[in-house]
């Protein structure tokens, strides 16, 4: 089944304990990316990739890393979570940067930094 | 800059009413696409629609009509004889073909069908 899989699915942590959340697709896709959602706000983009080893920011990239050292998998980094960091966390993906093709969406990472 | 306006952030309809979600647009690109996904309860979110800036047709699929206005920069979202599955969120979104396939996105809107 085509997928895109993130891991946890809810945390409860303390400020300032490392914490990283996994992301793996299935599909082959190039395109990867995380997204928060907070009430009011929607979802806004915090870092992308086009590619393997390919990494950018998006609108809300403060206190977060990403790597994208294999195609299947994006992991996002809070080196030292804070509580402004709490929030519900997507992994996205898509075939492509061509054509703007639909990103499929994980199931969504629930986070609170206490 | 880029920007998607849903302005009404709660409605509620008695199922079978019909009901349209506003999406307004803001991009300097003239090659851009806009989506709509659905969010809900269990909180995932799942693609409904893709339109690039070259086709303003109208789109119907079942229930869901989605009508296109580049003269108003509008993506807007009807669904006919609403039922309680409807019950969501949904979020309409932009992104630019100069970018990478970066989706920026409306609040949204939470549409509750009451039976």
């Known amino acids: 089944e085509a997928q895109v899989t993130q891991n946890p699915r809810y945390l409860i942590t303390v400020t300032g304990k490392k914490l990283t959340v996994t992301c793996s697709q299935n599909?082959?896709?190039?395109?990867m990316s995380w997204y928060r959602q907070d009430p009011g706000l929607g979802l806004r983009q915090i870092y992308y990739?086009?590619?393997?080893?390919?990494?950018d920011k998006g609108d809300v990239p403060e206190g977060y890393k990403v790597s994208r050292k294999e195609k299947r998998n994006f992991p996002l980094i809070l080196e030292s979570p804070s509580p402004n960091q709490t929030s519900l966390y997507f992994c996205?993906?898509?075939?492509?940067?061509?054509?703007?093709?639909?990103?499929?969406f994980g199931d969504g990472t629930r986070l609170s930094i206490l | 800059a880029q920007k998607v306006t849903q302005a009404q952030t709660e409605i509620s309809v008695v199922e079978k009413e019909d009901v349209t979600l506003d999406c307004v647009y803001e991009t300097r690109d003239t090659t851009y696409y806009l989506f709509w996904y659905k969010q809900p309860p269990s909180g995932e979110l799942v693609f409904l629609i893709r339109r690039n800036s070259f086709d303003e047709q109208n789109e119907i699929s079942g229930r869901y009509s989605w009508n296109f206005q580049k003269s108003t920069s509008s993506f807007n979202f009807t669904i006919t004889a609403s039922q309680v599955v409807d019950s969501a969120v949904y979020f309409c979104a932009l992104s630019e073909a100069t970018g990478a396939n970066n989706l920026f996105f409306g609040t949204g809107t939470r549409l509750t069908v009451i039976p």
């Open positions: 996205a993906s898509s075939l492509s940067v061509q054509g703007h093709q639909p990103q499929h």
């Open positions: 990739s086009m590619n393997v080893e390919v990494t």
């Open positions: 599909m082959n896709h190039e395109y």
